[in-house]
């Protein structure tokens, strides 16, 4: 079996004023640019859209991504979260779980995530550890079991102390207004 990447891209960008995932980043979509990143390490990478759903498949148009939509996205990260698992199913080893608002994330990140050791890892940035991570049993089953409102995050600062922590700096800057995606062309 091998491991997937799961995209979560439901969101409806109310800070950033506009769908972020449409917005430009290197001449493409953002959600494109992060699937085709993603698709670079992996065959099998699943992208989980709710808002603006149809606009969003269109920007992945012509990619091998699987496209899986959320129907209440609304009711938090946990149910975006939920939804692509549960495409996902039992077919495989772990997950990786990204955020289409990392535009710095590339395929470099990915590949050191997947290839370190440990059934929790995830990305080490800022003090802190996030987004990107991966899943593995047994984390993978308690990811499944997460409240709607809840994100992966949470699963993450409970078991702390399990985490193998890959240094990303890259991961620190998520994208939640234009502003912050215009500073980067900075």
Known sequence: MTETILVLAAGAST????MKQLALWQGRPLIRFVVEEALA???????????????????LD????????????????GASLKAGLEAIAQ??????????DLP????????????????????????????PAVFRPPFLAQLRELDDATGAKALLQRHLTSVT???CPEAALDVDTREALAALDD
């Open 15 to 18: 800070r950033f004023g506009s």
């Open 41 to 59: 390490v992996r065959g099998d990478v699943v992208v989980v859209v709710g808002a603006k759903t149809e606009d969003v498949k269109q920007a």
């Open 62 to 77: 012509g990619l091998t991504c699987r496209i899986v939509e959320a129907a209440n996205w609304t009711a938090g990260p």
């Open 91 to 100: 077919e495989t080893s772990g997950v990786l779980v990204t955020l289409v």
């Open 104 to 131: 710095r994330v590339t395929r470099a990140t990915f590949t050191r995530l997947l290839d370190a050791p440990g059934a929790l890892v995830a990305a080490s940035f800022s003090d802190t550890v996030g987004a």
């Open 165 to 167: 922590r890959v240094p």
